[in-house]
């Protein structure tokens, strides 16, 4: 987004009135922590929406927020507030893992060809998802004893969407070993987009859905063998960490595994899960 003051338009204020009615509702509903600091980032980020709206001061905005038909728009305004940064191949010792440990692991145990269900939850754009099912499809090729499904999540429509598009610019694919690139990712016809799109094969073994973590229930489905939550839950209070990790972990089944981000942890949380490696747990 270009910088409104580059583009010569007038910077819309948000007071302190407003800015602790918008932030009480996005951690309440959302769980994403919005202390004072972050008054500016918001006002900058929302800058969009009221524009898009033609809506001329924080106060409006507001009230349509939580008006009867702001429905729709908290959908939008949380497609802002949400960060979203991902990559491929992001903290790779958790593919290592997978790989060396846990695909031997699964698929020796069972005589029967076994479907690994896998739970990307707060997917953002789909890189975590396409880097475990270009490893699991590598894997498969050597050894045909399982098949996959990724379901993913997030609440973000706005990186949902780009993820079931699945098309991206080639820098953000430069890390992809280029065996996996080679097998996984389809160059586009036109060579000045400079996009690749992952191919239907991999696109065909995930589901992405709108889920917030703060639901009492989650819509998904039972007894996952593996749940990723990585750099989703640092948004969050401890609190509210604890809660979301038991109710993912109540979806994942006895001796599944669980991950997380390199800068969180489940300590002093009382929750089903056992340290094997940094960040990465064991159900028990
Ligand atoms: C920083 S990204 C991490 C993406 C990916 N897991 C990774 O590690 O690269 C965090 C994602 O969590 C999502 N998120 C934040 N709060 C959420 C909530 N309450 N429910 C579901 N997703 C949420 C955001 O929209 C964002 O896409």
């Not at 922590?33 to 106060?59: G, W, Y």
């Not at 290592?96 to 005589?111: H, Y």
């Not at 750099?231 to 089944?253: G, H, P, S």
Request: hydrophobic share 40%; glycine share 2%.
């Amino acid at each position: 987004m270009q910088d409104p003051r580059e583009a010569g338009e007038l910077i819309l204020k948000m007071s302190a009135t407003e800015f602790s009615r918008l932030s009480e509702f996005i951690y309440s509903n959302y769980g994403i922590k919005m202390p004072v600091e972050k008054k500016i980032m918001l006002q900058s980020r929302l800058q969009k929406r009221l524009r898009a709206l033609n809506i001329p001061s924080f106060t409006e905005y507001v009230d349509y927020v939580f008006s009867k038909n702001g429905h729709e728009e908290i959908v939008l305004m949380m497609d802002q507030v949400s960060t979203n940064k991902t990559d491929f191949f992001r903290e790779p010792h958790h593919f290592d893992f997978l790989v060396d440990t846990i695909l031997p692991e699964l698929t020796s145990r069972s005589s029967v060809k076994r479907n690994l269900k896998v739970w990307s939850a707060g997917c953002s754009s789909g890189e975590e998802a396409y880097t475990l099912a270009m490893v699991m499809e590598n894997y498969i090729e050597q050894n045909k004893s399982f098949d996959y499904h990724i379901h993913c999540t997030d609440i973000s429509t706005k990186v949902l969407q780009i993820a079931v598009d699945a098309v991206y610019k080639e820098d953000r694919v430069a890390v992809v070993p280029l065996e996996l690139k080679k097998k996984y990712l389809l160059r586009s016809k036109d060579p000045l987009k400079k996009t690749v799109r992952i191919t239907p094969e991999l696109r065909a073994k995930t589901t992405f859905a709108r889920l917030n973590l703060m639901d009492s229930y989650y819509d998904a489905p039972d007894s996952f063998d593996m749940v990723f939550c990585r750099n989703v839950l640092i948004y969050f209070d401890k609190k509210t960490q604890e809660k979301v990790i038991n109710k993912l972990a109540a979806k994942l089944r006895r001796g599944g595994y669980f991950f997380l981000g390199h800068s969180e942890s489940i300590m002093a949380m009382n929750v089903p899960l056992k340290q094997v490696k940094p960040t990465i747990f064991v159900k028990v």
